[in-house]
C-alpha cells in the first residue's frame, strides 16, 4: 500500500481521498446481493474490492494462480473492474482499477485501433473479460484488447513512439518500459522470477511493449524501469529521435496503418455474416448498431448468455481454420460448463432474490449521449433506493468517486425530474408499457460558481505532475495561464509562449487550444452536462507554442502523373490546396514515379492541405497523401545503431503481409515501418534520408524487392546512405533472389516476427550486381512496350529512340520460358483471385507448360528452333547456338522458384558463377520437357555461355521477360550490360540459434506444436 502510491503520485493520493469517503458510504448500502458477503477495505489501485465466495475456478488476476473457492477459501473481486485477487494477494495489488487508469496517465497518447475483429482466449484490457466470440477492437501498436462496447473506457495509454524534445541532452534521454497488461504468450516467463508468468484464464502479467520483457504484476514492479528495447535495440528507431506534426490527424493517417486489415476484416465479417444463421445475424448486427446495448454489468454476471453464442472465429487460411474448430469445440466445452456454473450460481441467487424483483434500467450519462444513444444496462432491485442505483450507474460507467456528487433524473419525460434519494427505483417501473426505464447519471455542483480545474505540463521541461488551480465561472484561460505558469515555476513573462489546451481522451487524444477569452469552469460544467464519463476525461495542458517538431512538415504525395516538370507539378497542387493555403517548398520530386514532397511552416495549414489532397481526383486517379514523422538523425550519430526500414507489401502473398506489417509496427517502433502496397518505398526512403547508417528489410516478392532497389537507385544521390544493404521476408511465388540470399523460399507465419529480425541484425552484406536490359526495335514499337511500362518493377526510361531500358536483378530470359511466364502472367491478370496460395500458383505453372507441350507436339508451329531466330553476342565474340526454344541469361542462380539452371557441377570452360562477379551466365533450355525436368531438378539447362557484355539480335517477335515480368518482344536489338547501380544485401548467416531460443520464441514453438 505504501510502496503503491508512492510510485503513483499524487493523483493516486488525490483519488484515494475520494475513495475513502465512497467506501464509507457504499459500506451500509451492502447486502443486497446474495453473493457479496462483505465490504472490504479499498486496497491497492483503486480496486472497489468485495469478498466473494466463487462458484467456478477463479484465478487470482495478480498472481495468476487459482483461488480454491471450491474449498472454501474466499477470494475478491473489484465491483467496478472484475479484478480478481487473493486475500493473500490484495494487499500487494498494483495494477491499477479501470476506473483509475485514465486519472494515472500523464501524457495521454490514443491507440491505433483496428476495425472490428474477432480474437480468442484473449482479454479485455477494461473489464478483464474474455473477448471470446465479442466484436472487439485490438491496438495495432501495443496490443490493447478492448470489448466494442469498452472501447470508450480504454485509457489512452499507447506507447509513446515520437518523443523528441529539442534542446534536450542526448545524454539525458531515458527509455522507460512501457508495461501493457495480460493477454501475454503462452509459457512467457517472468524476468524476474522466472516462473511462468502468464494465464489462459483471465488478464494477469505484464509484458513491455518496447522490449518484450514479460513479468508478473508484483514483479514488474520490482525491475529496472529503464528499457533497453531488449533483443532488438540494434535496429530499433529510438522515439527519442522520431517527431510527428501535432495536429488532430489520427495517428493512423501517419504510420499509414489499416487500409487493408480494414477491407480485409470487413471481407471477413461480411461472409461470416452471410455463414451465420439469419437469427446469429440479426443479433450480430444489433450488436453492431448499438455495440453498447449488449452491455451486460456485473451485478448480474451474466455475461455468459452473451459469450455462450456460437461463432466461426477469426482466420481465412484453411490450416487456421482446422485449428480454430478444435479450439471451438474446446471452447464451447468449457464455455458450457461456465454456463452451467453459472446457471448454478443464479439459481442459488434466485432462492433469496426472485427475478421479477430486478429491473434492467437504461442510464444515460449526459445529454450528448442520449443523442448518440450511448447508454449503459444495469439490472438493479426494484426495492433498491435510488442511492443504490447511482452506485451501480457509476459502476457501469468506471467512475470512481463520492456518489453524494451525484444525483439522477427520469430521462424518458419531456422534462428532467430529479428523483428522490430516498425513493425506491419501484417507483419508476410502469407496469403497463413494455418501455424500460432510462435515467440521467448527473453531477452535482457542489458551488456552481467556482471550482477547481487540473492543469498538466505538457511536454515541458519539468516532470511534475498537475496543479490543481482554482476558478469562478468569470476566470479566463488568460487567468489560468498565468495561474499555472507561476505554479510551475516558469515565470508570467513568458505567457506570449504558451497556450492552454483542452485534451479530451476518447478513443483518440483531442487536443484543442483555447482562446484567451474561454472561460474554463464554464467549459467544464458544459461537458459534464453533455456526458459525465466524458468530462472525466477530459483536462487541461500548459503547452508551448513551439512544436518540437519544428516548422516543417512534409506531405508526401503520390499517383501524379509522371515526368511532368516542377511548374507543373507545382501548378497542379497548387490548384488542389488553394491559393490562400500555399506550400512553402516543394521537392525533392520524384519524376519517375509521379511523386512529390511539399512542405508547410505550420500544422494547421498542412492538415487543411492534407485535407483538400486526401482522395483528390486527378486525371482519374485518387491522389495519395501522407503526412511524414521526422527523423533527427543527428541524434543517432554517436549511438551504436543501424535502424532497421522495413517495407512490407502488404498485397503479397494473401494475408501473410498484413500479418507481417502488423507484427513489425508491434515489435519496432511504428514509424519505422511502410507498407509499400500504400504508397510505395519513396516515402520511407525519404523519412530515412538522413540517416547515415540503416538496412532495410523488404517483405514481398522478387517484384518488391526490385521496386525498391529501383527506388534507391533514383534517391540516393538525395540521401545519406546511399546502399542501405536490404534483407528479404519472401511473400508469394518465385523469389529466387530470397533463395540465394537464403531468406527461404516463401514466408509461411510459422516462423516468429520476432527471429526474422534477429536474422537481419545478424546477417552478412553482400553485393549484387545490377544489369540494365536495353532493348532497340529495328521499327516503331507496337504499343507493347507501353503497356509495360506500367509495370512497377521496370523503368522505361523515355529514350530520344524508341529504345526502352530496364533494369535487371535476376533473370533474363528469351523464348520458351518467357512465353510460359506470359501465358503465366495473362491468365493471372485475368483472374488474380485465382492465383493467391502459393502452391496453386505452382499447379497452374506446371499445368501451363503441359499445355504446352501438347500444344507443340499437336502443331508443330508451337515450338521454335530459337537459334535460328537470334544472334547471341558476348564480350564481343559471336557464339553458335545449339538447338534450343529459350535460352535464360542468369545474375543469381536461382530461376523458376528455387531451381538452378546452371547447375553445380564444376567446369574446365567456365569460372564459379556468384552474384558479385560481374558476369552473367547464358543457358540454353531445348524444349517444354527440359524445362519441366529442370524445374523438377533433374536436369540443368545447357551451359552455354559466361560474360559481362551480351548483345542478342532478335530477328522477328519474341516473348521474353525480366525478372519473370515477360511481355512479347518485337524484333530488334538487346543490349545487357552492368549497370553502374549497385545493390548491397543482407544475407542470412547459416547458424540458426535453436538452442538459444529466446523465451518467447520458445513459447511460440510450443503453440504452435500444441495446436
Ligand atoms: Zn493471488
Ligand atoms: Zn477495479
Ligand atoms: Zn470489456
Ligand atoms: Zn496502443
Ligand atoms: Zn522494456
Ligand atoms: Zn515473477
Request: glycine content about 6%.
Amino acid at each position: 500500500m505504501r510502496r503503491s502510491r508512492s510510485m503513483a503520485g499524487p493523483e493516486i493520493a488525490h483519488i484515494q481521498e475520494s475513495l475513502d469517503v465512497d467506501r464509507r458510504t457504499s459500506a451500509d448500502s451492502e447486502g443486497t446481493d446474495s453473493s457479496v458477503s462483505a465490504s472490504v477495505d479499498q486496497l491497492g489501485h483503486g480496486h472497489f474490492f468485495v469478498k466473494k465466495s466463487f462458484h467456478k475456478p477463479s484465478y487470482c488476476h495478480h498472481c495468476a494462480d487459482m483461488i480454491w473457492s471450491l474449498i472454501g477459501v474466499p477470494g475478491y473481486v473489484c465491483e467496478v473492474c472484475n479484478f480478481v485477487a487473493h486475500d493473500k494477494c490484495m494487499k500487494n495489488v498494483v495494477s491499477p482499477c479501470s476506473s483509475l487508469a485514465a486519472a494515472l496517465i500523464k501524457n495521454p497518447v490514443p491507440h491505433c485501433w483496428s476495425d472490428f475483429i474477432h480474437v480468442k482466449r484473449k482479454f479485455c484490457n477494461v473489464c478483464r473479460k474474455r473477448l471470446d466470440d465479442m466484436w472487439c477492437f485490438r491496438c495495432e501498436i501495443c496490443d490493447y484488447y478492448v470489448h466494442s462496447e469498452c472501447q470508450e473506457f480504454a485509457a489512452s495509454n499507447c506507447r509513446e513512439c515520437a518523443t523528441y524534445t529539442p534542446g534536450k541532452d542526448p545524454s539525458q534521454i531515458i527509455q522507460y518500459h512501457h508495461w501493457t497488461e495480460g493477454n501475454l504468450l503462452n509459457n512467457a516467463k517472468c524476468a524476474l522470477c522466472r516462473k511462468s508468468c502468464w494465464s489462459s484464464e483471465c488478464l494477469t502479467g505484464y509484458r513491455c511493449a518496447w522490449c518484450t520483457t514479460t513479468a508478473h504484476a508484483a514483479c514488474h514492479k520490482n525491475l529496472p524501469q529503464e528499457c533497453d528495447f531488449g533483443p532488438l535495440k540494434k535496429i530499433m528507431l529510438p522515439p527519442s529521435v522520431v517527431t510527428i506534426p501535432r495536429t488532430e490527424l489520427p495517428m493512423e493517417t501517419i504510420v499509414g496503418v489499416l487500409s487493408y486489415k480494414k477491407a480485409r476484416d470487413r471481407d471477413i465479417r461480411e461472409k461470416e455474416q452471410k455463414e451465420k444463421d439469419p437469427k446469429e445475424k440479426e443479433r450480430g448486427e444489433a450488436t453492431l448498431l448499438s455495440p453498447r446495448a449488449a452491455i451486460s454489468d456485473d451485478l448480474s454476471s451474466s455475461t455468459g448468455n452473451l459469450n455462450g453464442k456460437d461463432s466461426s472465429g477469426e482466420s481465412s487460411s484453411s490450416k487456421e481454420r482446422k485449428r480454430r474448430k478444435e479450439r471451438d469445440r474446446e471452447e464451447r466445452e468449457s464455455e458450457k460448463k461456465e454456463r452451467d456454473s453459472q446457471k448454478e450460481e443464479r439459481r442459488s441467487k434466485d432462492e433469496d432474490e426472485p427475478d421479477s424483483d430486478a429491473e434492467l434500467v437504461k442510464v444515460f450519462d449526459g445529454n450528448s449521449s442520449m443523442r448518440r444513444k450511448v447508454f449503459r444496462t444495469i439490472t438493479i432491485n426494484r426495492n433498491a433506493p435510488t442511492k443504490e442505483v447511482v452506485e451501480a450507474a457509476l459502476r457501469s460507467f468506471y467512475i470512481k468517486d463520492d456518489p453524494s456528487n451525484y444525483y439522477l433524473t427520469e430521462a424518458n419525460e419531456a422534462e428532467e425530474r430529479t428523483l428522490d434519494p430516498s425513493t425506491p427505483i419501484r417507483s419508476l417501473v410502469k407496469e403497463d408499457t413494455q418501455e424500460k426505464s432510462a435515467l440521467f447519471l448527473r453531477y452535482r455542483d457542489k458551488d456552481p460558481n467556482k471550482g477547481f480545474i487540473k492543469v498538466y505540463p505538457g511536454n515541458l521541461k519539468s516532470s511534475q505532475g498537475y496543479k490543481s488551480i482554482p476558478v469562478t465561472s468569470d476566470t479566463t484561460v488568460d487567468d489560468v495561464l498565468e495561474y499555472a505558469l507561476r505554479k510551475f515555476g516558469l515565470g508570467t513573462t513568458t505567457k506570449s509562449k504558451y497556450n492552454l489546451i483542452e485534451v479530451t481522451m476518447d478513443n483518440r487524444v483531442t487536443e484543442r487550444i483555447l482562446t484567451h477569452a474561454e472561460k474554463p469552469w464554464r467549459i467544464m460544467q458544459q461537458i459534464r452536462k453533455e456526458s459525465i464519463h466524458q468530462m472525466l476525461k477530459t483536462r487541461f495542458y500548459l503547452q508551448e507554442k513551439e512544436d518540437p517538431h519544428g516548422s516543417s512538415i512534409a506531405l508526401f504525395i503520390g499517383n501524379l502523373p509522371q515526368s511532368l516538370s516542377q511548374r507543373q507539378y507545382h501548378g497542379i497542387l497548387q490548384t488542389f490546396v488553394g491559393d490562400s493555403n500555399p506550400f512553402v517548398s516543394i521537392g525533392p520530386i520524384y519524376y519517375e514515379y509521379g511523386s512529390v514532397v511539399i512542405t508547410y511552416d505550420n500544422n494547421e495549414a498542412a492538415v487543411k492541405a492534407f485535407n483538400s489532397l486526401k482522395g483528390a481526383l486527378f486525371e482519374e486517379k485518387n491522389l495519395l497523401v501522407m503526412l511524414l514523422p521526422n527523423i533527427q538523425a543527428q541524434l543517432l550519430d554517436h549511438r551504436d545503431l543501424t535502424p532497421l526500414l522495413v517495407f512490407v507489401n502488404a498485397k503479397s502473398g494473401g494475408c501473410q503481409g498484413q500479418d507481417l506489417i502488423a507484427a513489425f509496427r508491434k515489435l519496432l517502433n511504428p514509424y519505422q515501418v511502410f507498407d509499400v502496397s500504400n504508397g510505395g518505398p519513396l516515402p520511407g526512403l525519404y523519412v530515412f534520408r538522413n540517416i547515415p547508417k540503416y538496412r532495410i528489410l523488404i517483405c514481398g516478392g522478387d517484384g518488391t524487392v526490385g521496386w525498391v532497389l529501383q527506388c534507391l537507385d533514383n534517391v540516393g544521390q538525395d540521401s545519406v546512405c546511399q546502399t542501405p544493404p536490404c534483407g528479404v521476408v519472401p511473400l508469394g511465388t518465385g523469389n529466387d533472389l530470397a533463395r540465394v540470399l537464403r531468406w527461404g523460399t516463401g514466408y509461411t507465419g510459422d516462423e516468429e516476427p520476432m527471429s526474422i529480425l534477429k536474422d537481419v541484425i545478424e546477417a552478412d552484406e553482400i553485393r549484387l550486381d545490377r544489369w540494365t536490359v536495353v532493348f532497340h526495335p529495328d521499327e516503331k514499337p507496337e504499343g507493347e512496350v507501353k503497356a509495360v511500362a506500367a509495370c512497377q518493377v521496370m523503368s522505361n526510361s523515355a529514350a530520344e529512340d524508341n529504345s526502352s531500358m530496364f533494369v535487371m536483378n535476376n533473370y533474363f530470359g528469351i523464348g520458351l520460358d518467357a512465353d510460359l511466364a506470359l501465358d503465366f502472367h495473362n491468365a493471372r491478370e485475368e483472374n488474380p483471385e485465382k492465383f493467391s496460395s502459393r502452391l496453386h500458383n505452382k499447379r497452374i505453372y506446371v499445368k501451363m507448360g503441359l499445355r504446352k507441350m501438347v500444344k507443340s507436339r499437336s502443331a508443330k508451329s508451337g515450338s521454335r528452333d530459337l537459334q535460328k531466330e537470334i544472334e547471341l553476342e558476348v564480350d564481343g565474340k559471336l557464339i553458335e547456338l545449339p538447338p534450343v526454344e529459350g535460352i535464360i541469361i542468369l545474375n543469381i542462380l536461382s530461376w523458376g522458384a528455387g531451381c538452378n539452371p546452371w547447375g553445380p557441377e564444376r567446369d574446365d570452360v567456365f569460372g564459379k558463377p556468384t552474384h558479385w562477379d560481374g558476369m552473367l551466365e547464358v543457358v540454353g533450355v531445348t524444349g517444354v520437357v527440359h524445362l519441366g525436368q529442370m524445374q523438377s531438378g533433374l536436369r540443368s539447362g545447357i551451359r552455354i555461355a559466361q560474360g559481362g557484355h551480351i548483345r542478342i539480335k532478335m530477328k522477328g517477335e519474341l516473348p521474353v521477360h525480366v525478372d519473370g515480368e515477360p511481355w512479347n518482344q518485337g524484333s530488334g536489338q538487346v543490349t545487357v550490360l552492368r549497370s553502374a547501380l549497385r545493390a548491397t544485401m543482407l544475407k542470412k548467416t547459416k547458424i540458426k540459434r535453436r538452442n538459444t531460443m529466446e523465451p518467447r520464441q520458445a513459447a511460440f514453438e510450443a503453440e504452435r506444436s500444441s495446436s
